[in-house]
């Protein structure tokens, strides 16, 4: 298992499929042999076919892997628009991001539709990366806000399938904003989540799940969330559409 785990969430970005082949070939060539860490590529559905037949299908070991930012609950049926777990897994994606802040609040996605998810990403072993996170107005209540989400989100998760298991601590008010959360903040925020865990599936198996940090990452920050707080790797958004930047976030966790 790789040390860090580093994940690009390129969200509606970039317009075209030669930006993001730009985008996609800098970074790789920057970041192939780096040791201990796992980067993973989070595109729009649109560019992940030719992502994977381009570049995945011929190093599908490499320490760099494919990955979604949505799946819908369903296996297959009449649900115009959307993309189905299964169908990622064929295209050579590992994994899947779930229950993002955006989808929440501009998507209307619950606990209840976001566990749905996870609960179908892991049946198709799909590694689900599960955003959880406070919103301003509910910074006080931080404890109760991410034990409920957690419960919720994870209802019939089993032990068995925690090692696939990821969660990403993203503040709402921390993302897309510049305002990134403070090391003791993030520091707080990872001992209650390993607290929940452990009280949900046991202190030990609650080990084998990687914990992230998100919101308004940099190359300035990134280093500070595994060396200072422990986290075990990062979701970097915005920062991760501009190559040098990215590189840099990559190398400060492993250089
Ligand atoms: P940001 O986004 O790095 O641009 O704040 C993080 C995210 O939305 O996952």
């Not at 509910?138 to 019939?156: D, H, K, P, T």
């Not at 601590?169 to 707080?188: H, L, S």
Request: aromatic share 8%; proline share 3%; glycine share 8%.
């Amino acid at each position: 298992m790789s040390k860090y785990l580093v994940i690009a969430n390129w969200k509606m970005n970039p317009s075209t499929f030669q930006e993001a082949e730009v985008l996609f070939r800098n970074i790789l060539k920057a970041v192939r042999g780096l040791k201990d860490i796992e980067v993973v590529f989070c595109p729009p559905f649109v560019w992940l076919p030719r992502l994977a037949v381009d570049f995945f299908s011929v190093r599908p070991k490499s320490q760099l892997k494919l990955g979604a930012q949505d799946c819908h609950w369903e296996k297959a049926g009449a649900f115009t628009g959307e993309v189905s777990a299964p169908m990622l897994k064929d295209l050579g994606c590992q994994y899947v991001i779930l229950g993002h802040s955006e989808r929440r609040q501009y998507f209307g996605e619950t606990d209840q539709i976001i566990n749905e998810k996870i609960k179908i990403a892991l049946k198709t072993r799909l590694k689900p990366i599960l955003c959880i996170g406070e919103k301003e107005t509910e910074r006080e209540e931080l404890s109760v806000v991410l034990e409920n989400q957690l419960i919720s989100c994870l209802l019939g998760v089993s032990q068995g399938q925690l090692e696939r298991l990821v969660i990403a601590y993203e503040p709402v008010w921390a993302i897309g904003t510049g305002n990134a959360c403070g090391v003791n903040d993030a520091m707080q925020a990872a001992i209650l989540i390993r607290k929940i865990l452990a009280r949900l599936y046991g202190r030990f198996l609650s080990q084998r799940i990687k914990i992230l940090y998100g919101g308004s990452v940099n190359s300035q920050n990134s280093k500070d969330y595994v060396s200072r707080v422990a986290m075990d790797g990062l979701l970097v958004g915005g920062a991760s559409l501009n190559a040098g930047e990215f590189i840099k976030i990559i190398k400060s966790l492993v250089e």
